[in-house]
């Protein structure tokens, strides 16, 4: 088992850069998931995944086999019943939520917002006063990956609690690394999966849900089966397994990808990041390019960078030339923009980042 794999350097916004010991947790004894010994490791997956971000007394992690968009879409089709919800749409997250909503005939309302500034909390706080339904839920996307801009979750949670209203974070790329507070967020739903800042392997989105919030929801008609979250939820409560098949041995490698975030902690991680941000920010900025989203409203955890003003640039030429070198970079997501975006997560270090910038001046210099 000490054979090494070789080691890539993933520079997309997950699935990140993972520690072999969490690439080996995969290979395990053939296992039947309905089994008592996996039924206690999934109990310890949900207790600890909601440690991290709330006391598992009042707040529940419900797991789903899927990728991110799974526990979106299993929150979005399961909480909200015939009042409104308000969807906070400031990237292509926030997007895909109406996208959701729209097929499943939510009442929503879409409220848009730039992808690059603070969102504006008393457009918001109008929109719910002028709403002619009630307002029962908002949604909103904690770190736009689109950008990188990081929402003012707990500015937004103060207003809900204000109108009573239910709040649900995508916190798909934060999780794990900024830091959250579901209960003094006034956070009732979260969304989240395995393979971004957690550093596990892609396969398990999960939910973590107020336990009061999701006990209420059982009287809303399904609207799906398989991800619906009440049942889901109750069945592991009562069962400890899952309703369908788990992906088995990705919950083994997120198990240990849990043991890993608990020693480094949370702060930790983040500070991690952070470092490497601004090792990043520091080196794209001497080789001359510019990047969206204001350090103040910055995640620091993805950053999206206009493309360098040359003819003879090309996205697929940069992305072949990192990828030989074992770095993988990705596309930009902003449709009137030329850009491309560097994620910084995952178990990678300096010295990846170091790697990286003397390859980006490398090319640059070879099209100049
Ligand atoms: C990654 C991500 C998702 C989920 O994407 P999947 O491809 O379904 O894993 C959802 N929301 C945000 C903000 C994300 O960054």
Same mark, same amino acid.
């Given at each position: ?66 990728? &991110? ?11 909200? &019943? ?21 097929? @499943? ?57 204000? @109108? ?100 480094? &902690? ?103």
């Amino acid at each position: 088992m000490t054979k090494t794999i070789e080691r890539k350097i993933l520079l997309n916004p997950g699935p990140a850069t993972t520690t072999d010991t969490v690439k080996y947790a995969q290979v395990v004894p053939d296992i039947c998931p309905r089994e008592k010994e996996f039924g206690d490791v999934m109990k310890f997956i949900c207790e600890e995944l909601t440690r991290f971000v709330a006391d598992p007394k009042g707040y529940a992690a419900v797991l789903l086999g899927g990728s &991110g968009t799974a526990a979106v879409e299993a929150i979005l089709s399961s909480v909200v &019943g015939q009042d409104t919800i308000i969807i906070i749409n400031n990237g292509s997250y926030g997007k895909r939520m109406c996208q959701i909503a729209e097929i @499943y005939g939510l009442n929503f309302i879409e409220f848009k917002s730039s992808g690059y500034d603070a969102i504006n909390l008393e457009a918001l706080q109008d929109l719910i006063e002028n709403c002619k339904t009630r307002v029962s839920h908002i949604t909103v996307v904690h770190n736009e990956t689109t950008t990188g801009l990081l929402n003012d979750i707990k500015a937004i949670g103060v207003l809900c609690s204000k @109108y009573s209203i239910d709040l649900i974070v995508d916190a798909m790329s934060s999780y794990g690394a900024v830091p959250i507070d579901m209960k003094e967020m006034n956070i009732s739903y979260l969304a989240s999966s395995s393979n971004k800042n957690i550093q596990g392997i892609p396969g398990v989105s999960f939910v973590i849900a107020n336990k009061q919030k999701i006990e209420s929801i059982k009287e809303i008609k399904p609207r799906n089966f398989y991800l619906n979250l009440y049942m889901q939820y109750k069945y592991f409560l009562e069962n400890s397994q899952t309703r369908f098949t788990p992906p088995v041995q990705t919950l083994y490698a997120l198990k240990q990808a849990i043991i890993e975030l608990q020693n480094e &902690g949370i702060e930790k991680r983040y500070e991690r990041y952070s470092n490497l941000w601004e090792r990043l920010i520091e080196g794209i900025t001497r080789l001359g390019l510019k990047y969206l989203v204001d350090r103040k409203n910055h995640s620091k955890i993805i950053t999206t960078i206009v493309e360098p003003q040359c003819d003879k640039y090309d996205f697929d030429e940069m992305h072949d030339y990192f990828y030989k070198a074992g770095i993988t970079i990705y596309p930009g997501k902003i449709n009137n923009m030329k850009t491309f975006r560097i994620a910084n997560i995952g178990d990678i270090c300096e010295k990846d980042i170091d790697l990286f910038l003397s390859l980006l001046e490398g090319y640059l210099k070879s099209i100049a």
